[in-house]
């Protein structure tokens, strides 16, 4: 069994090899050639942690394998990111683990690749103001996203932090984009071509009312019940795709909307995996708002470990252990 540390797994895979191996496990999907299986998310009572594994396997590479972890929101005063999740493969063959992958960096890299497939795929080519509700450590990794497939010249950001917000502020300028730090959601969405959302919330903070015509939004913060960042009406008015449209129900932003009775998986224009596939049609006009429910599937996390482990054996990276 090899084993990638973290160390070694940032260094393996960057934003732009992410992108191209989780738009492949996309549409792998879409045709029905790649599966997740159900979803185990639970409260732990301890900590006040959740924590979940998801599975899949894709037969078409073939790839089986799942992921483990959850988040502990008392870790950051220990040193350590709330975030804590590894990834095991499995021989598809024999059933023998095969690798155990670090992923707190690969789910970080992996969020942001599939919000940027999103943009690439649905939002206007034109697109060139980026705007972030969240301003924590995934936001810079939604900003690099980005970047590899729209010509972003500036971004408005909110975040109920100040520290936070010129951290990415920061970030942002040592790009080259200017940078907004606004005071109000409805600020960031009211300018945005390109915005995403990216918090813990449990309440809506952006109101349809806000988002202009033609915008492109990644939901990318709701992944458990009760989690919600956008306006249920908001889902409900704009051309909704999903990575998965069971995860999107349950426990990704159009749970609310669904639970009001203003969406069904009917409602869904279709997944990100039939668009790539051309087995569905993306963006129907520039004024359209386009959104994308992006809850996180287990293929994502397998496809970007297992290109960890290829690139490992091609760099003489990880450690090799009897199993």
């Known amino acids: 069994m090899i084993v990638i540390s973290e160390q070694d797994a940032r260094a393996l895979v960057s934003v732009e090899d992410a992108i191209a191996v989780v738009e492949n496990a996309f549409a792998a999907m879409a045709r029905q050639q790649a599966r997740n299986y159900p979803v185990v998310r639970e409260v732990l009572g301890y900590r006040d942690a959740v924590f979940g594994v998801k599975t899949g396997c894709d037969t078409a590479l073939p790839l089986l394998g799942l992921k483990a972890g959850g988040y502990w929101p008392g870790n950051l005063g220990a040193g350590l990111g709330n975030h804590q999740s590894s990834t095991l493969l499995f021989d598809p063959d024999t059933g023998r683990a095969s690798a155990l992958v670090s992923a707190n960096y690969l789910t970080a890299v992996r969020t942001g690749a599939a919000s940027a497939i999103a943009t690439r795929y649905l939002a206007r080519a034109d697109s060139s103001v980026l705007g972030i509700i969240g301003a924590g450590v995934q936001s810079q990794y939604q900003l690099r996203a980005t970047l590899a ?124 995996g039939e668009v790539i596939a051309g087995l569905c049609q993306g963006r129907r006009s520039a004024s359209e708002i386009t959104l994308f429910d992006g809850t996180g599937v287990a293929l994502q996390d397998l496809a970007v470990a297992d290109l960890a482990v290829r690139m490992a054996a091609r760099r003489q990276l990880g450690s090799v252990v009897a199993y």
């Open 149 to 272: 497939v729209r010509p972003i010249r500036s971004v408005h950001a909110w975040n109920p932090s100040a520290d936070n917000l010129a951290a990415l502020g920061r970030v942002v300028e040592q790009l080259g984009l200017a940078f907004t730090a606004e005071s109000s959601c409805e600020a960031v969405a009211g300018k945005a071509d390109v915005l995403i959302t990216v918090t813990p919330s449990k309440q809506a903070l952006v109101q349809a009312s806000w988002v202009r015509p033609g915008t492109h939004i990644n939901a990318m913060g709701a992944d458990t019940r009760g989690k919600q960042e956008l306006d249920p009406l908001l889902v409900a008015q704009a051309a909704v795709f999903v990575d998965e449209a069971a995860q999107a129900l349950t426990i990704g932003e159009c749970q609310h909307a669904f639970e009001a009775g203003l969406v069904t998986e009917r409602s869904f224009r279709g997944s990100i």
